[in-house]
């Protein structure tokens, strides 16, 4: 299946390189990247290093893509102690492929694992895991507008054993899958569903942290959502239900009247997004004031009838910025569905993509050469 090249010595730990015998052909990979969708197509290998207690980290290595082999008593399969990360490379006009602000993903990746009890990897061996990966898969990072690598380092508890405890084995690995633009048909606004139902997060629970668990609970109420006509749901604070949080897996932001914009203050139960905190810089590098702050969902609501309230977008490494058209709940719309994307939620969307794809100066050096 496969045939071992020489390791490749690097810091902190050596990465060995088995390239895939079964890597697809030229044609084969034009045709996917052609049309890659999101999510649906995986590049030829993926990256796997190993952790138990008593080595470290060790073993690391860039392998032929394939299913994993886990034992059905692995600790991740009963008690979810797994996270993940998300980042992109983009491919510049010159050919060179970049990630953005991959130190930020790493350092979040690390304050997961404390939270979830798995063992913290070094952020450089982060970094360098994704530059090993794309050594090998650079071909595999469209060059067509707007497309990119979606890039997934995740990380399990593995240890075989039913008792309830951090596991003492765990591993991380890296897959990649080629992205298409998120909005095909031009950047679309959409509804969002507030759920008064459900919350993702607890007081004092995992709602900072980048974990599958988080995104198990949130399923439910997206159903619900897509019920509803909306493509995306909208969670309130889970101790008094009255602040908003954020959206399954994206954070959100209001534009008011004077320009001011105004995103949820980090609770401790939302996650951090690198987008948020890179639109609040780039914002307030256009000079508007930014506000992270408790939002009550009631200044949204009266706030859009008001005309205090302008636009309203959400946030994150997947979509880049999504424009929101309406807020819709139980017995209520806020908003117009069919109101066009507002002019600074597209202006700071283009301008973040224009430093994602090398197409303005990086003057904050977010960006970070793969290959
Ligand atoms: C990943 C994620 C985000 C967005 O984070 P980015 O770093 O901007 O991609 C927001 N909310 C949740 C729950 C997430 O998992």
Redesign the pocket.
């Known amino acids: 299946m496969s045939t071992t090249t020489s390791p490749t010595a690097t810091f902190p730990i050596p990465f060995k390189t088995t390239r895939s015998q079964a890597a697809r052909v030229l044609a084969e990979r034009e045709s996917i990247l052609a049309n890659p969708g999101f999510g649906k197509h995986f590049t030829d290998h993926m990256v796997s290093i190993d952790w138990t207690v008593e080595q470290g980290w060790h073993d690391a290595q860039v392998l032929p893509y394939g299913p994993l082999q886990l034992d059905p008593a692995a600790s991740v399969l009963h008690y979810a102690q797994e996270i993940f ?3 992109k490379a983009y491919r510049h006009a010159d050919g060179s492929i970049w990630t953005f602000r991959p130190e ?2 790493g350092e ?1 990746m690390q304050r997961s694992a404390r939270r979830l009890a798995l063992p913290e990897l070094p952020t450089d061996l982060f970094v360098e895991s994704l530059k090993q990966l794309l050594a090998v898969d650079a071909d595999w990072v469209p060059s067509a507008p707007e497309t990119s690598l979606y890039i997934r380092p995740f990380m399990i508890a593995n240890e075989s054993f039913l008792g309830v405890r951090s596991a003492h084995r765990a591993a991380y690995y890296v897959i990649a899958s080629p992205a298409g633009p998120y909005f095909a048909k031009g950047v679309a606004p959409v509804s969002i569903w507030l759920s008064t139902d459900y919350a ?1 997060a607890a007081k004092g629970g995992t ?1 900072a942290a ?1 974990c599958g668990g ?2 198990a609970a ?1 399923l439910l109420p997206q159903q619900e959502a897509y019920e509803n006509g909306c493509a995306q749901v909208l969670f309130l604070d889970p101790q008094e239900g009255k602040y908003l949080e ?6 959100v932001f209001l534009v008011m009247k004077d320009g001011t914009l105004v995103t949820p203050e980090l609770s401790g139960s ?9 639109i609040i810089q780039l914002a307030r590098d256009r000079g508007h004031e930014v506000q992270e702050r408790k939002v009550a969902i009631d200044e949204w609501r009266d706030g859009v009838a008001s005309g205090q309230v302008v636009e309203a977008f959400a ?4 979509a880049v910025v999504t424009p929101i058209a309406a807020l819709k709940g139980k017995g209520f719309v806020a908003g117009d569905e069919s109101a066009p994307a507002g002019k600074l939620t597209m202006a700071l969307r283009q301008e973040l993509t224009d430093i994602q794809y090398g197409r303005v100066a990086d003057r904050h050096n977010w960006l970070t050469r793969l290959a």
Request: net charge positive; aromatic share 4%; proline share 0%.
């Open positions: 990360e998300g980042l930020a993903n979040r993702r709602g980048k988080n995104y949130s954020e959206l399954g897996g994206m954070n939302i996650l951090e997004g690198v987008t948020r905190a890179s946030c994150g490494t997947a």
